[in-house]
């Protein structure tokens, strides 16, 4: 089982990037997936989820409104995209696969910096 992000680097207050996380060795399209991130010295926090069918997503009160999680099947990979990004969206940035009554799966995390 592995989930593996990429996508994460130094962007410019303002800016925008887009985030993957590239799931295998489970049945992706059974899992709901979430991303979640962690700033310095602070609790990791929920930020975006989605369901197995992509039918209905979700996402925290700190980025509604920049970030848009996306899917696909296919390619077992769930994408997040951020833009208008603040020095306070800098953090490590997770993945995670949940299904009811299944043992999770994480990712290792991307870092996202937002600097000038």
């Known amino acids: 089982v592995q989930l593996v992000e990429s996508g994460g680097g130094l962007v410019q207050p303002g800016g925008s990037l887009r985030l993957s996380c590239a799931a295998s060795?489970?049945?992706?399209?059974?899992?709901?997936m979430l991303w979640a991130r962690q700033a310095p010295g602070k609790a990791r926090e929920w930020i975006a989820g989605?369901?197995?069918?992509?039918?209905?997503?979700w996402y925290g009160d700190s980025v509604k409104g920049r970030v848009t999680i996306s899917r696909e099947v296919a390619k077992r990979t769930v994408f997040l995209e951020m833009r208008n990004l603040t020095p306070e969206d800098t953090g490590v940035y997770y993945c995670?696969?949940?299904?009811?009554?299944?043992?999770?799966?994480w990712g290792s995390g991307t870092l996202v910096t937002v600097s000038s």
């Open positions: 995670k696969a949940i299904q009811p009554g299944g043992v999770p799966h």
């Open positions: 060795g489970f049945s992706f399209s059974d899992y709901a």
């Open positions: 989605i369901k197995k069918d992509g039918s209905d997503v």
